[in-house]
């Protein structure tokens, strides 16, 4: 297992490139289920997570061709094995998003559980119980929801009971086919959520609403072929945003937009960083400078992103003063607390609150990631650290990090990957 090797105490400066969302990129890319025609996809970022969804649309009979400049080509009008094996969807609880897709299309799927993963149980759920008001008959034997409906979906009117993005998704591509109309109440606002939607459109959906609580979709016959062009990755902005807070420096991000991660630029505001931005970059200066501690609580979009709160736990840990993380979204998404204790951080939990006194330094350590963005706050710990963090099952950080040695190297960090 290849293993990160970082050396503290550089303040990150210069420009990097932000990538393709995965978050977008992976329901889009389940949703080109919904079509005969080629579909091209641009702005995808390489990651484990894609490699993994690409081989799924493959095993099912799609045809994917990965040309030069992040584009794919997806043809599934070629599928003709609707199901996700648990071998792929173990890895990637994204797999699921497989399901609403195919039932809409085919008639029939058969997805495996994604079963538990380390940030809490996760369940389908909302999935399932959305799919069978639509119509679908849907069993679990083995492992496995068989799913199938017999003269195709029907529109309904769906609520949410807790905001759910993949949830959402989900459903709302099932109900792009389906006849008559969808109603999803307390759907998913997130902007790749948005995204998904404005894809479909794009290919000849009629969604509308997006963006809000309340997404409307009136069923179509088919959708066509088409291009579209991946929303860059407010996640991987925010990550490099707060390494270069943590670390006193002076970056700019490309290739992204301020608009989609405003809470996490006004909790970076709050912690004493100077922001600017334009249509497609956005600048944050630390002035070297120690950052403050901030409180957070997570909340579904536009609320502060649980997918983020690692990272600012990291920063608090070297902060100036006392802040205070609330986890709202997931049960269990504290892992990182334990290995970044192993550094010399000072954090107390207490059920779904942490609480985090910083310390002038984190010590380097040899730690473990536990999941993407745990694996995110131990190299951004190691950023700041005195000596050398060795941050062991990094293949997690592949699976949402671009390129990341490589980025974190251009902006001056001393980070290299070695292979165990
Ligand atoms: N939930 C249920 N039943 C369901 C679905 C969800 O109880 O059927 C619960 C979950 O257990 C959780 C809450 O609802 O407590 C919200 O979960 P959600 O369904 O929104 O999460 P998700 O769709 O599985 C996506 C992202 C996650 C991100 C969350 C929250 C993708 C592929 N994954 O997961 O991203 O943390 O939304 O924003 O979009 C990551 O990128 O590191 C990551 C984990």
Not at 25 to 42: E, F, H, M, R, Y
Not at 95 to 102: A, Y
Not at 254 to 263: D, G, M, P, V, Y
């Amino acid at each position: 297992m290849d293993k990160h090797l970082i050396t503290g105490g550089v303040p990150l400066q210069g420009e990097v490139r932000i990538s393709g969302a995965k978050n977008s990129v992976l329901p889009i890319l389940a949703g080109c289920l919904l079509t005969d025609q080629s579909v091209i996809i641009k702005n995808v970022p390489h990651l484990n997570d894609v490699t993994t969804i690409m081989k799924l649309l493959g095993q099912m009979g799609a045809k994917l061709t990965i040309s030069e400049g992040l584009t794919i080509e997806v043809e599934a009008g070629s599928v003709d094995n609707p199901s996700a094996p648990y071998e792929l969807v173990r890895t990637m609880r994204a797999s699921i998003l497989v399901l609403g897709p195919l039932l809409a299309k085919h008639g029939r799927a058969m997805v495996s559980l994604p079963g538990g993963c380390a940030i809490g149980p996760r369940p389908v759920d909302f999935h399932v119980e959305g799919l069978r008001k639509m119509g679908a008959d849907i069993t679990v034997e083995g492992g496995y929801i068989h799913a199938s409906v017999k003269g195709g979906l029907k529109g309904a009117n769906l609520k949410f009971d807790i905001v759910s993005v993949t949830g959402t998704e989900n459903l709302m591509m099932a109900a792009v086919l389906a006849k008559g109309t969808t109603v999803i109440e307390n759907a998913a606002r997130e902007p790749e959520v948005q995204d998904l939607a404005n894809f479909l459109n794009a290919l000849g959906a009629n969604i509308q609403g997006h963006g809000t609580s309340q997404i409307i979709i009136e069923g179509v016959k088919s959708l066509s072929g088409g291009s579209y062009t991946v929303l860059p990755d407010r996640v991987e902005t925010g990550t490099y945003l707060v390494a270069a807070a943590m670390t006193g420096g002076r970056i700019t991000t490309k290739s992204t937009r301020a608009n989609i991660l405003e809470s996490v630029l006004n909790k970076l505001e709050e912690a004493g960083a100077h922001i600017s931005s334009g249509e497609d970059w956005i600048t944050l200066d630390m002035q070297g400078r120690r950052p403050k501690a901030v409180d957070i609580c997570t909340a579904p979009y536009p609320g502060f992103p649980t997918d983020m709160q690692a990272q600012f736990m990291a920063m608090n840990t070297v902060s100036e003063g006392r802040g205070v993380l609330t986890e709202t979204v997931f049960e269990n998404r504290f892992m990182h607390a334990h290995e970044l204790r192993r550094m010399g951080a000072n954090i107390q939990l207490n059920g779904n609150m942490a609480q985090i006194e910083g310390i002038p330094q984190l010590m380097a350590a040899p730690v473990m990631a536990t999941d993407l963005r745990a694996s995110a706050s131990l190299v951004l710990a190691g950023l700041v650290a005195k000596g050398t963090t060795i941050v062991d099952r990094i293949y997690h950080i592949d699976r949402g990090y671009e390129c990341i040695e490589e980025k974190l190297a251009q902006l001056g960090a001393t980070i290299k990957r070695v292979a165990a």
